[in-house]
């Protein structure tokens, strides 16, 4: 989970001069580039040969709707439509040929964008309103990262409402979807360029600080404590691949008197413990942190951000920033949850593909490995605990927490799939659906290995 490290001297990191190291440059957003429009060749009719037949059927259907009205016919009547094509034949219909030109040129960027059909990048914005304006977000980062220009860009957007605005009048959805503002199309812009740096399998999205704040609390209550190691007092303490911050929050209300620093690819959350700093970096590219500073440094469930030929050297920066005497903490699964039916299996395997595409583990060889990497980074009084957590209702709270998870997981990995137009939503929901049956009766769990150690005092 990359994210940008603070310089020395920026304002916001006075509070860690003390811990910083030699930063790296700030990356700067994309800027705009200007794009000139120019007028098709033939006046205001050329190209509509080139528009795709579902174009035409619209118009065609139009001019069919209005003799029958002018003929002393009634229209038809407007019913829900659930097909993405008639939708968008209904949302074309009735409007100049200039228009319909402009919204389908918008509709094709947009399934060029997704790499499918445009009934299938349609009929992926119907998916619900968090899906759609996620989408709508990573196509607006899209179109800026491209350089168009912020007309071109602000009309691809606002013909994407306009289209859901139509589903919505005619009973396809429930709900209106709000454009992103500039400020946050920056941020995801900053984000996207650092993410694409890092090997993270999960796309950013709303619901994924919630996933994590699920793996978290099912760890806790697993566990009975936040960590393992034998540490003494705390004065400075390290989360790499924080997420929402919520185990340095923990620990800032259990050590008041410490410092914990978050660090991971994107922004932490606004407010938060006095106690607690967040710095963006990326882990990949080191930590951006002095020597020989943290009395604790802890990192959990990062196999799926780390590509598997980069764990020794991760682990060995883990092991720099550790004070002598100081402790390194680290917990991961394994890649395949054990116990499962063949529905659980099939979207494992569908995650697997995902994950080996990124270069990361995809054999449990991380789970196997994790204390054997401590030890190869020079850290003495190793120890390993490996944990059977319970996935479904079956396994109490940690169970509950832990099925919410692989639901959010499958449903991520749908998404994708859904986007490229190779599953269907109903097909979506009865896989997750069957598999969450799955769990109970299988009694499904998800192994751990939480291992820690030593860094060798000076001197030894």
């Not at 006046?43 to 003799?67: F, I, K, Q």
Request: charged residues 30%; proline residues 6%; glycine residues 10%.
């Amino acid at each position: 989970m990359p994210l940008l490290p603070l310089q020395e001297g920026d304002p916001l990191a006075q509070p860690l001069q003390p811990l910083m190291g030699r930063g790296q440059p700030l990356q700067r957003c994309l800027e705009d580039r200007i794009e000139v429009a120019h007028e098709p060749k033939g006046g205001r009719n050329a190209g509509l040969s080139r528009l795709p037949s579902l174009v035409r059927r619209a118009h065609t259907r139009h001019v069919e709707e209005t003799r029958t009205a002018v003929d002393g016919g009634h229209a038809p009547a407007e019913i829900p439509e659930t097909d993405p094509d008639r939708l968008i034949a209904r949302f074309l219909s009735d409007r100049p040929r200039a228009t319909v030109r402009a919204y389908t040129a918008d509709l094709e960027d947009l399934a060029r964008f997704l790499g499918t059909s445009i009934e299938d990048a349609v009929r992926s914005l119907l998916l619900g309103p968090e899906s759609a304006r996620r989408r709508l977000l990573d196509f607006a980062v899209d179109l800026r990262r491209r350089g168009l220009a912020p007309a071109t860009r602000r009309r691809r957007l606002a013909t994407l409402r306009a289209l859901l605005a139509t589903a919505q009048q005619l009973g396809v959805v429930a709900w209106a979807l709000e454009r992103p503002t500039e400020g946050e199309v920056e941020r995801a812009t900053a984000e996207r360029v650092e993410r694409e740096r890092s090997s993270y399998v999960f796309p950013r999205h709303p619901g994924e600080a919630d996933r994590l704040d699920l793996q978290h609390h099912a760890l806790r209550e697993a566990l009975g404590r936040n960590f393992l190691a034998p540490v003494g007092s705390l004065r400075r303490v390290l989360d790499v691949g924080t997420g929402t911050g919520q185990w340095g929050f923990e620990l800032c209300w259990e050590h008041p008197g410490a410092l914990v620093v978050g660090f991971d690819l994107v922004p932490g959350r606004a407010e938060h413990p006095t106690g607690y700093r967040h710095v963006r970096g990326n882990l990949l590219q080191g930590l951006p942190f002095q020597s020989d500073t943290f009395d604790l440094v802890h990192q959990r469930y990062l196999v799926s951000g780390i590509p598997l030929g980069a764990w020794p050297q991760v682990v060995a920066e883990l092991v720099r920033v550790t004070r002598p005497g100081g402790w390194v903490e680290l917990g991961e699964p394994t890649i395949r949850l054990q116990r499962v039916g063949t529905v659980t299996d099939h979207l494992q395997r569908m995650f697997l593909e995902m994950a080996g595409s990124l270069g990361l583990d995809t054999d449990d060889a991380v789970f196997r490995s994790v204390d054997r990497y401590l030890r190869e980074a020079g850290l003495e009084e190793v120890t390993r605990r490996e944990l059977e957590l319970p996935v479904g209702e079956w396994g109490g709270r940690v169970g509950s927490f832990l099925a919410s998870d692989i639901r959010a997981v499958s449903t991520r990995v749908c998404e994708v799939l859904q986007a490229k137009g190779a599953l269907s939503a109903e097909e979506a929901a009865d896989l997750i659906r069957h598999a969450t049956l799955e769990f109970e009766e299988r009694r499904t769990t998800w192994p751990m290995a939480i291992t820690y150690g030593r860094k060798p005092d000076r001197g030894q």
